[in-house]
Protein backbone atom coordinates (compact mmCIF):
# COMPACT_ATOMS: atom_id res chain seq x y z
CA UNK A 1 0.00 0.00 0.00
CA UNK A 2 1.41 2.86 -0.70
CA UNK A 3 1.76 6.17 1.55
CA UNK A 4 -0.96 8.18 0.03
CA UNK A 5 -3.53 5.36 0.09
CA UNK A 6 -3.14 4.68 3.59
CA UNK A 7 -3.62 8.57 5.08
CA UNK A 8 -6.98 8.39 3.38
CA UNK A 9 -7.37 5.39 4.87
CA UNK A 10 -10.18 5.62 7.72
CA UNK A 11 -10.85 3.16 11.37
CA UNK A 12 -14.59 2.55 12.24
CA UNK A 13 -15.91 0.48 14.74
CA UNK A 14 -19.50 -1.05 14.03
CA UNK A 15 -21.76 -3.28 16.63
CA UNK A 16 -23.96 -5.62 14.95
CA UNK A 17 -26.53 -7.88 15.84
CA UNK A 18 -27.50 -10.67 14.33
CA UNK A 19 -30.11 -13.94 14.27
CA UNK A 20 -27.50 -17.14 14.56
CA UNK A 21 -28.21 -18.24 11.52
CA UNK A 22 -26.58 -20.71 8.86
CA UNK A 23 -23.80 -18.65 7.13
CA UNK A 24 -25.02 -15.36 8.61
CA UNK A 25 -21.20 -14.39 9.53
CA UNK A 26 -20.44 -15.39 5.95
CA UNK A 27 -22.74 -12.80 4.69
CA UNK A 28 -21.74 -10.27 6.61
CA UNK A 29 -18.11 -10.55 5.70
CA UNK A 30 -18.97 -10.60 2.27
CA UNK A 31 -21.00 -7.16 2.27
CA UNK A 32 -18.15 -5.86 4.37
CA UNK A 33 -15.79 -7.08 1.46
CA UNK A 34 -17.64 -6.19 -1.61
CA UNK A 35 -18.49 -2.81 0.07
CA UNK A 36 -14.39 -2.31 0.19
CA UNK A 37 -13.96 -2.38 3.63
CA UNK A 38 -11.46 -4.39 5.12
CA UNK A 39 -11.59 -6.18 8.69
CA UNK A 40 -9.20 -4.99 11.32
CA UNK A 41 -10.52 -7.01 14.13
CA UNK A 42 -13.42 -8.90 14.92
CA UNK A 43 -15.34 -9.98 18.25
CA UNK A 44 -17.87 -12.43 18.06
CA UNK A 45 -20.48 -13.60 21.22
CA UNK A 46 -23.39 -15.55 21.18
CA UNK A 47 -26.28 -14.05 23.19
CA UNK A 48 -29.00 -16.26 23.20
CA UNK A 49 -30.57 -16.34 19.81
CA UNK A 50 -28.45 -13.52 18.71
CA UNK A 51 -24.91 -13.14 17.94
CA UNK A 52 -23.10 -9.58 19.00
CA UNK A 53 -20.44 -8.68 16.94
CA UNK A 54 -17.90 -5.78 17.12
CA UNK A 55 -15.48 -5.18 14.05
CA UNK A 56 -12.86 -2.74 13.37
CA UNK A 57 -12.43 -1.68 9.94
CA UNK A 58 -10.64 0.08 7.59
CA UNK A 59 -11.62 1.64 4.30
CA UNK A 60 -11.38 4.65 2.32
CA UNK A 61 -15.39 4.66 1.60
CA UNK A 62 -18.51 6.58 3.68
CA UNK A 63 -19.03 4.41 6.30
CA UNK A 64 -22.56 4.99 5.71
CA UNK A 65 -22.87 2.98 2.73
CA UNK A 66 -21.81 0.26 4.54
CA UNK A 67 -24.40 0.45 7.39
CA UNK A 68 -27.32 0.45 5.15
CA UNK A 69 -26.35 -2.33 3.35
CA UNK A 70 -25.60 -4.29 6.53
CA UNK A 71 -28.97 -3.70 7.72
CA UNK A 72 -30.75 -4.67 4.39
CA UNK A 73 -29.33 -8.16 5.50
CA UNK A 74 -32.55 -10.11 6.77
CA UNK A 75 -30.69 -11.77 9.43
CA UNK A 76 -29.17 -8.58 10.71
CA UNK A 77 -31.39 -6.80 13.73
CA UNK A 78 -29.62 -4.02 14.81
CA UNK A 79 -25.96 -1.96 13.56
CA UNK A 80 -24.51 0.97 15.25
CA UNK A 81 -21.19 2.96 14.43
CA UNK A 82 -19.19 3.42 17.94
CA UNK A 83 -18.93 7.20 18.87
CA UNK A 84 -15.49 8.13 18.80
CA UNK A 85 -14.52 5.29 15.93
CA UNK A 86 -13.78 7.93 13.29
CA UNK A 87 -9.90 8.32 13.00
CA UNK A 88 -9.70 11.01 10.17
CA UNK A 89 -6.41 11.93 8.44
CA UNK A 90 -6.14 15.95 7.94
CA UNK A 91 -3.98 18.07 6.29
CA UNK A 92 -2.53 21.43 8.63
Excluded: W
Excluded at 64 to 79: D, G, I, P, R, Y
Amino acid sequence: MNPQSQSSMRSYTINCRMTREAASLERLCQVVRIRGFRIATMAVETAGEHLDIALTLEGTRPIAMLQSQLEKLHTVAEVALASGSVARSRSA
